[in-house]
């Protein structure tokens, strides 16, 4: 859940800066910054994100509309880092946990990377440095974080002007990290170079982890961008002392990347702000989904439930759940390698198992039952009713992706 702390931050310097008395009268000049900026986003690949950052009316918009959206994203992957692949802080899980945010802007993965981890282990003291080469965009993020009100957790923010491409050659100083994020950043840092210009970069990250730290690079769901990640990595598949911890669940290489057809990209649903659905109700973006790229890497192994059981029984799922024709199905990315539909008629399946799958949702690493491949193209078919587990939420818990987003806007949220 977006805390309400920053929502009406970001509120309270809109109506501040734009001497308004609510978010009724300040929505058309706020619309139209957000239509600007998205402009800008489509036409320069939100390159010079950091120039855009001196501009109020542009801060504004990014504050409210894509700045809680980029601290969502960043919430998926460190929640499946710590389920289903057990990631844990080291000595004895009060921390501190140090993280390292490279090209932060204003620091939505930073705080929903710190959010997340705070909100699965409560009490844990968080270190983050922040690094952007705008000053502006860092002035910002310094004046947020020290509003965060009392109780809401333990976390220090520190902000370090930097060029993210020669971090851990000039500036790092042999520091080790507990979490290194890199969202929507390491794509425009390396913009023009081919993909293989990233991999000293990720190398010298990795050696910067701590011993059971984690590398969490976020790029858009572009299949460009995408497709970069996927190469990024094939490349450390192939090495013995680095491991994919996410998206994939397994350490061969990536079937859609050799298929070339579909690419590795999240679709996520959330539930976003009251003031962010208020100010989309004129602009109709797809705000309920958040859409992003990732990988996640360590040095150490993640932790898989599953192995020891036919790996063709556990993928994790890259479409939607669909529910029609008198059956379940969904595409997965398995356990061997394989990318797969699988199908699950209704009749077969139990009170227990319906229970699990109306839990689940893309993104979600799901085992099921014995089945066997039918058809051409083959489909997985499941037999009997042995019912699915969702690793992802071990516990059946339901609410990572919020099934049921759809909101009316209010007519003017109060935020008084
Ligand atoms: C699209 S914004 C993303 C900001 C933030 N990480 C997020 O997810 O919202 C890209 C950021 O990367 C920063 N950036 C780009 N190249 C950089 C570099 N070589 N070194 C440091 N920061 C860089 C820009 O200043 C900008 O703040």
Request: with cysteine.
């Amino acid at each position: 859940m977006y805390p309400h702390w920053l929502e009406t931050w970001w509120v309270e310097r809109a109506l501040r800066n734009l001497g308004a008395p609510d978010l009724s009268a300040a929505s058309a000049r706020l619309e139209s910054e957000i239509q600007r900026l998205s402009d800008l986003f489509t036409t320069e690949r939100e390159t010079r994100f950091g120039e855009y950052g001196r501009d109020e009316g542009l801060l504004l918009a990014y504050g409210l509309f894509f700045f809680p959206q980029t601290f969502a994203r960043s919430g998926f992957p460190v929640r499946e880092a710590i389920h289903p692949h057990g990631w844990r802080p080291s000595g004895g899980g009060g921390g501190p946990v140090r993280l390292l945010d490279l090209g932060c802007g204003l620091g939505g993965a930073t705080l929903g990377t710190a959010h997340a981890l705070a909100e699965a282990f409560p009490g844990l003291s968080i270190e983050a440095l922040a690094v952007d080469q705008s000053t502006a965009s860092l002035d910002t993020l310094r004046e947020l974080a020290a509003a965060r009100p009392d109780g809401t957790g333990r976390l220090a923010v520190e902000t370090a002007r930097g060029d993210l491409r020669t971090w851990f050659a000039k500036e790092n100083g042999g520091r080790r990290w507990d979490w290194i994020v890199a969202s929507f950043t390491v794509g425009e840092a390396f913009y023009g170079q081919p993909a293989a210009a990233m991999a000293p970069w990720i190398d010298a990250a990795m050696e910067s982890l701590a011993d059971n730290g984690l590398l969490l690079i976020l790029e858009p769901a572009l299949r460009e961008t995408a497709e970069r990640l996927e190469a990024a990595r094939d490349r450390l598949a192939g090495q013995t002392d680095r491991f994919i911890w996410a998206p994939c669940p397994h350490s061969g290489p990536c079937p859609l990347l050799a298929e070339g057809s579909h690419w590795c990209h999240e679709v996520r649903r959330w539930a976003p702000p009251e003031s962010l659905v208020f100010l989309n109700r004129h602009l109709h973006r797809s705000i309920h989904d958040v859409k992003f790229s990732f990988l996640l890497t360590g040095n150490r192994a993640p932790r898989r439930p599953w192995e020891g059981s036919d790996p063709a029984r556990t993928a994790r799922l890259v479409t939607p759940l669909r529910i029609r024709k008198g059956r379940y199905s969904w595409g997965g990315c398995a356990a061997d390698g394989k990318r797969r539909d699988y199908e699950l008629q209704k009749r077969d399946t139990g009170e227990a198992a319906a229970g699990v799958l109306a839990a689940t949702a893309r993104g979600d690493i799901v085992e099921t039952g014995p089945g066997r491949e039918i058809g051409r193209p083959p489909v997985f078919r499941l037999e009997g009713a042995e019912p699915p587990r969702n690793h992802s939420r071990p516990n059946g818990e339901g609410k990572i992706n919020f099934p049921h987003p759809e909101r009316v806007p209010p007519e003017s949220p109060d935020f008084s």
